[in-house]
């Protein structure tokens, strides 16, 4: 089954203490991202990854990192969370980054930072 | 500059009735594609509809329905007879094309509730 898993779910976490939020995509696909998703906002593109090591900044990319050592895995990375980062976080991926192609989002990941 | 703009911040239907959600976008691209998400109070997005920018027909999936209208910049979504299990968060998207490859612009979301 075509499938983005994230991790962890559900989060509190506090200010400062570094977390790493994963996501795995079993489709072999190229092009992974990151969006948060706030309150009249919508989501918004946070960081995104062509392929293997070749990653840029989204819109939002202000406090996080991320990495594309493997393929199926892109994690996002909050060095110094803060609570303006409290936020339902997804993973996206698909077969590239060109419009036609389906987009596959994660569950979702719920963080909160006091 | 490129957006997706959904005026209904929040709307409330009784069920069985029919109700329209409004998604008007903004692009330079001659080429690109719109879609529909719902998300359920459980948080996951579920993809709706795809519809790229030179298939005009309207579409039909059971008591959904999508109005795509390009003279007018919108992308409108109907929901026939109305169920509680329609209640949700609905984003209308846009891909935006970049030297990289294309990314997905959002609405700001409409939520919709509906009352038994």
């Known amino acids: 089954e075509a499938q983005v898993t994230q991790n962890p779910r559900y989060l509190i976490t506090v200010t400062g203490k570094k977390l790493t939020v994963t996501c795995s995509q079993n489709m072999n696909h190229e092009y992974m991202s990151w969006y948060r998703q706030d309150p009249g906002l919508g989501l918004r593109q946070i960081y995104y990854s062509m392929n293997v090591e070749v990653t840029d900044k989204g819109d939002v990319p202000e406090g996080y990192k991320v990495s594309r050592k493997e393929k199926r895995n892109f994690p996002l990375i909050l060095e110094s969370p803060s609570p303006n980062q409290t936020s339902l976080y997804f993973c996206?991926?698909?077969?590239?980054?060109?419009?036609?192609?389906?987009?596959?989002f994660g569950e979702g990941s719920w963080l909160t930072v006091v | 500059a490129q957006k997706v703009t959904q005026a209904q911040t929040e709307i409330s239907v009784v069920e069985k009735e029919d109700v329209t959600l409004d998604c008007v976008y903004e692009t330079r691209d001659t080429t690109y594609y719109l879609f529909w998400y719902k998300q359920p109070p459980s948080g996951e997005l579920v993809f709706l509809i795809r519809r790229n920018s030179f298939d005009e027909q309207n579409e039909i999936s059971g008591r959904y329905s999508w109005n795509f209208q390009k003279s007018t910049s919108s992308f409108n979504f109907t929901i026939t007879a109305s169920q509680v299990v329609d209640s949700a968060v609905y984003f209308c998207a846009l891909t935006l094309t970049m030297e990289y490859g294309n990314k997905l612009v959002f609405g700001a979301g409409t939520i919709l509730r509906v009352k038994s």
């Open positions: 996206a991926s698909s077969r590239t980054g060109l419009g036609g192609n389906t987009i596959y």
